[in-house]
């Protein structure tokens, strides 16, 4: 049997511009992609407004990296988390890179290390800006991880806003713990991507079509939605037809797609 590798990956956080209070979160996340090989934060440990980072760094195993702000106003822990970054890509050691910052100054690193072949995942907040989450492989929001206790249920829709919006376009209302809502851009990007890979008769396979959109979308996450996998947000779109197929193995089943 193949044995499928996991991708050693190097954890480089950038403590002035995340918050701590779901560092156990985000380390769960990152295991879905691989191991984590080093585990670095990176700040100026003297300043009282990163005191709450020393219990969650021993919990979880991460070595914090002291780095001085020479200047007021400017945040040095970024060239540190660059020169670190660029170290380990020489080593050979590692398969790819997470990134957890909101900061577009880590844009160009991640773009160089996508360049030398390594996989980049980014984490941090909505606020982050464009460019960063466009230069990731996979852009990761905090504040969907934040309700990764909470069991999953399908976002209401108040007959309010239900009703007025199917008059004008098929939007779907998300719920308050989530970061965004079904528009018709993201519709848009669903459907032109099933076309753009459709068979003869339209069907797409689920798999394929996930991996496209995350390639012209990289923050795009399901969970981003209120909605645990793609199916369960293909659904609720009313121009999809779905077809579930049995793999005749395991009791297994494959779910193929196409525009109505």
């Not at 956080?13 to 984590?36: F, Q, R």
Request: hydrophobic fraction near 35%.
């Amino acid at each position: 049997m193949e044995q499928i590798k996991e991708l050693r990956l190097a954890v480089l956080i950038d403590a002035d511009n995340i918050p701590y209070a779901n560092v156990k979160g985000m380390m769960e996340e990152i295991a879905k992609y691989g191991t984590p090989t080093f585990k670095r934060i990176y700040g100026d440990w003297t300043k009282p407004t990163l005191t709450g980072w020393k219990s969650v760094l021993l919990q979880n195993a991460i070595t914090p990296v002291q780095q001085y702000s020479y200047t007021i106003g400017k945040n040095s822990s970024d060239s540190a988390l660059i020169i670190d970054a660029m170290d380990i890509l020489y080593t050979g050691r590692v398969d790819g890179f997470c990134i957890v910052s909101s900061d577009s100054d880590f844009t160009r690193l991640a773009t160089r290390l996508r360049e030398a072949g390594m996989q980049v995942y980014g984490i941090g907040e909505k606020k982050t800006p464009a460019p960063f989450i466009s230069a990731c492989n996979k852009f990761i929001y905090i504040e969907i991880l934040k309700k990764r206790d909470k069991p999953d249920s399908k976002p209401p829709v108040s007959k309010k806003t239900s009703r007025s919006r199917i008059k004008k376009s098929p939007q779907i209302a998300a719920p308050a713990s989530t970061v965004a809502a079904v528009d018709e851009d993201l519709q848009k990007l669903i459907s032109d991507s099933i076309n753009d890979l459709g068979d003869e008769d339209g069907w797409v396979y689920l798999g394929v079509l996930g991996n496209l959109i995350l390639k012209k979308k990289p923050d795009f996450d399901p969970r981003n939605y209120g909605y645990k996998k793609l199916i369960d947000l293909i659904k609720e779109i009313k121009e999809i037809d779905i077809d579930e197929r049995e793999t005749g193995k395991n009791n297994i089943s494959h779910f193929y797609v196409k525009t109505k």
